[in-house]
């Protein structure tokens, strides 16, 4: 819950601006709060940028006062949807059910769900990190066809690792995300293309490391996101990993 109209574009500009010069196969979104969406659809409407929300409702319509549903965000050309961030879990106690649901509301409305996962530092310490995440992952894949869960994109965000300043070790990440990628083989050969993104304190001097392992296809930065030099600097990390 960042920004405002004048931040946000000269914010968009410098990163749609700096993002044309990465080759094609570096993919760069960016997920807004829903009352700025025109203005990214504006501002970044012909970029190689794509936008997308912080979240959408369980609810395709009806009376939910304050909700926002995936087919709102999709009429102002959204193309990615975050479900299960770890916010709205603790902060507004969203179960593993209710992320799956989101997830179907998204990939109904033509969204790229990115379902998010991920274990707090008790949970790590006690040795769960596979059971906690392996869980909420199962909760979206239940629900979801073979054919459904090759659109999504998942993002392992340890809880422990967001806003600390801390990150997971380039191994410690490694090992989750080759614990999810068997997870999703298990559900359907297809799914093991799934986009990979590692969400926990990705900076420019750590993002190359994460994404040179074998398991790790992205991030999902956040406070690094705020600062146009920053993103773009772990973006051509991205490409630089690719080459």
């Known amino acids: 819950m960042h920004g405002r109209l004048a931040q946000n574009g000269a914010l968009l500009t410098e990163v749609a601006s700096g993002a044309s010069a990465l080759q094609k196969g570096v993919r760069v979104g960016v997920c807004v709060p829903c009352p700025y969406l025109p203005q990214s659809q504006a501002l970044l409407s012909g970029s190689v940028v794509a936008w997308g929300v912080q979240d959408v409702s369980a609810y395709a319509t009806g009376a939910y006062t304050g909700e ?3 087919e709102m965000a ?3 050309g959204a193309m990615y949807a975050i479900v299960g961030h770890s916010e709205r879990r603790a902060y507004h106690r969203e179960t593993s059910d209710l992320v799956a649901v989101k997830a179907q509301r998204a990939l109904e409305a033509g969204l790229t769900p990115i379902v998010c996962v991920g274990e707090t ?3 790590r310490e006690t040795g769960v990190t596979e059971q906690i995440v392996g ?4 909760a979206v894949l239940l629900v979801l066809s073979d054919e459904q869960v090759a659109k999504i994109v998942v ?3 340890p809880v422990w690792a967001i806003g600390t300043g801390k990150s997971a070790s380039a191994d410690e990440a490694q090992a989750v995300h080759a614990f999810i990628r068997a997870k999703l083989a298990e559900k359907s050969a297809s799914a093991v293309d799934v986009p ?5 304190s990705v900076k ?3 993002a190359q490391e994460l ?3 074998q398991d790790i296809d992205g991030g999902l930065i956040g406070g690094a996101s705020l600062k146009s030099k920053d993103f773009l600097a772990i973006c051509q990390a991205a490409q630089d990993v690719s080459n």
Do not use: H
């Open 211 to 213: 994404f040179a392992q």
């Open 196 to 200: 990979l993104l590692y969400g926990g």
């Open 204 to 206: 420019p001097d750590n």
């Open 155 to 157: 993002a392992y965000e």
């Open 121 to 123: 530092l008790e949970q």
């Open 135 to 138: 869980t909420q992952l199962e």
């Open 68 to 70: 926002v549903s995936a």
């Open 74 to 76: 999709s009429d102002f």
